[in-house]
């Protein structure tokens, strides 16, 4: 505990002390990483080489994972490193990479959250030790799949999500933001099945039949990813690519077509594209995010492939993230806006300039109702900040659209101080000066202070910059984007529950998927059963194609009470979709009377196997009321 308070009590005291002097610097050793057990402040992580076996019948990968490392004190006699459920077997230790010898090494106590550090001796003259071991079947980071729960439905799947920390349920590793290495990797998979990474590969097996990788810029563990299972490959353009099950790539290929021409604009407004390739690697639908940014390989949810390519954006914001936090990387879970914030106010700016403003302003006031959702939801006023005042135990469990829709309001807030133009220049500018490295709050804004609020002074106060991230409240003079074609909609469905028009006049026929969100998102809950029967007769919501309007419809009609008949469907959906922000509303909705809950149990029971360990627990949360 008392380490989470001296956190809190330093980044109070040098938040305040930047913004009255910005020239401050911020030591990297004042950073303290409450997640993280790893002494990387005295011996640091360089360089990794990852060898696993991957066994999908005991569902376990038999790994060796080598660290290389720097010493910053000349006499640390160890190195800690953070394991979760892991079964490791020895430890060695070498000078030079050729002669390894046994060391001593110690697990800690296990912590729910944080799993047990992992202490290896240092004899003298180490530069690198290595841990034999092997993942448990729980493995938070892993989720293995089914051949049922595959599109192919033939061969077992295997992939990884190891942000935020969630790297060391499957390798021993210092699994901090702050600490950035390079890897190399090989990969045994069994015969016919192929492993691809967040890294650089090649299309076949070496002659032993591992598949080899090599990431050649330093990265944090949170970005090192696998997947494993019946893969194949479409190129998109010369950097771009698609990943996916062999049933799945072609829609794939087609939905993200676009993605090439995104990262010539990324480039455009944000400067070089640093990782070489940028491809895509489309998971089952129990992936539990909709995109994860993982270095040359995002990890994306099949739920956006729709055929209409509107759900791009998030290809955008996960391209994004090649500048906001894979680039400049959130040196802490606390700073996590940073990765996100930025990342979000980028994909708003990509949208724009891919598609047109009309577009991104959709996008800008889709993501601005799910802050006001997330207000709403917050257990204190501590989760509506940008930045809370003290650590939160468990980063999964206070995930919300907060640090990211916020974060992306505060950018455009600062955008509309300074003007386009000069703050474009400043962003890229903070991407270029801090490419490779880890940033905390307090150095963003000393860097804001000394870029901008100098430069410009009489602009932005202290106060208001203190407003944007420690108060709870959204200040008063947020810039909130206005859309004609939302108006639209909120007048049509406005209309028609008043009775004074008819579905067929409303233009609901020709809406995107945006309008329909728009649409379900200000529905009042006291609708009737006739008139929600009409809207689903009209426009055949139930098992619609699209999971974001089916989940959406579902809640609607959970939340007004009219869900009964369609028990079989939603029950369908849940046991089909594994991605949290779809299923985690209408779990939500379910429990919130007493007979819904017990139905939600019930359908909990039976599919809750198939999610992932990190949507099992959110889900769990939410039937337990927590
Ligand atoms: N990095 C996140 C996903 C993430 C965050 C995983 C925290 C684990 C812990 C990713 O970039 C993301 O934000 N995904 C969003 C996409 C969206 C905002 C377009 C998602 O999955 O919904
Ligand atoms: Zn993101």
Not at 73 to 99: F, N, Q, W, Y
Not at 121 to 129: D, N
Request: charged share 20%; net charge neutral.
């Amino acid at each position: 505990m008392s380490s989470f308070l001296s956190r809190a009590a330093l980044a109070a005291s040098s938040i305040a002390v930047l913004i009255l002097s910005p020239m401050n610097p911020v030591l990297a050793a004042e950073v303290v990483d409450t997640h993280s057990y790893a002494n990387s402040a005295e011996v640091r992580t360089t360089h990794l080489v990852i060898d696993l076996d991957v066994d999908f019948a005991k569902r376990r990968l038999k790994g060796v994972t080598e660290l290389q490392f720097e010493k910053l004190k000349p006499d640390a006699d160890r190195i800690v490193l953070d394991t979760r459920a892991l079964d490791v077997r020895s430890a060695e230790a070498s000078a030079d990479g050729k002669a390894w010898a046994a060391t001593k090494f110690v697990l800690g106590a296990n912590d729910a959250v944080l799993g047990q550090s992992l202490t290896v001796s240092l004899p003298t003259g180490a530069t690198r030790v290595r841990i034999v071991y092997s993942t448990k079947p729980e493995a938070t980071g892993l989720q293995w799949l089914k051949p049922a729960q595959t599109a192919g439905k033939k061969q077992p799947f295997l992939f990884s999500q190891s942000e935020a920390i969630h790297a060391r349920s499957w390798l021993p590793l210092q699994d901090s933001p702050a600490v950035r290495a390079t890897y190399e990797a090989s990969v045994k998979t069994p015969k016919g099945l192929r492993a691809v990474m967040s890294a650089e590969m090649s299309d076949q097996p070496d002659a032993a039949g591992r598949w080899t990788f090599k990431m050649p810029q330093p990265i944090p563990s949170y970005l090192i990813a696998l997947a494993v299972g019946d893969i194949a490959f479409q190129s998109m353009g010369p950097r771009t690519g698609v990943y996916a099950e062999p049933a799945t790539l072609k829609a794939a290929a087609y939905e993200f077509a676009e993605t090439e021409t995104t990262l010539a604009v990324c480039e455009k407004l944000f400067g070089p594209y640093r990782w070489g390739r940028y491809d895509l690697m489309v998971l089952p639908p129990s992936f539990p995010f909709g995109g994860m940014e993982n270095p040359r390989l995002t990890f994306v949810t099949p739920t956006v492939i729709t055929g209409d390519r509107l759900l791009v954006s998030l290809i955008a914001h996960e391209l994004a993230h090649s500048w906001s936090g894979n680039l400049v990387t959130n040196a802490t879970w606390e700073d996590f806006w940073l990765n996100e914030g930025f990342t979000e106010y980028l994909t708003y700016r990509l949208t724009e300039a891919q598609f047109g403003k009309a577009r991104g302003d959709m996008e800008r006031i889709i993501g601005v109702a799910s802050l006001k959702t997330d207000f709403a939801l917050a257990k204190s006023d501590e989760d509506r900040k940008l930045v809370r005042a003290f650590p939160a135990k468990d980063p999964d469990e206070v995930f919300s659209s907060i640090p990211y829709e916020r974060g992306a309001l505060f950018l455009v807030w600062l955008e509309s101080k300074f003007g386009r133009e000069t703050f474009d220049r400043f962003l890229r500018s903070w991407f270029d000066d801090h490419a490779f490295q880890s940033a905390t709050t307090p150095q963003f804004i000393a860097y804001l202070n000394d870029k901008l609020l100098k430069a410009q002074p009489g602009k932005v106060s202290a106060a208001q910059i203190d407003a944007w991230i420690s108060q709870p409240a959204l200040p008063a003079d947020t810039v909130y984007a206005t859309s004609d074609a939302l108006t639209k909609v909120d007048a049509g469905r406005d209309a028609w529950l008043a009775g004074t028009t008819t579905l067929d006049a409303i233009g609901a026929e020709k809406w995107s998927v945006q309008e329909w969100e728009h649409f379900f998102e200000g529905f009042p809950k006291t609708a009737t059963a006739a008139q929600l029967k009409a809207l689903d007769t009209r426009f055949k919501l139930t098992g619609s194609p699209n999971a974001i309007i089916a989940s959406d419809w579902y809640k609607l009609a959970i939340d007004s009470s009219q869900a009964a008949a369609l028990t079989p469907q939603i029950e369908a959906y849940l046991g089909h979709v594994g991605r949290m922000k779809l299923i985690s509303p209408i779990y939500r909705a379910l429990a919130a009377t007493e007979a819904g809950k017990a139905q939600a149990k019930a359908i909990y029971k039976k599919v809750g196997s198939g999610y992932h360990p990190i949507a099992q627990q959110t889900v769990e949360r939410i039937l337990k009321g927590s």
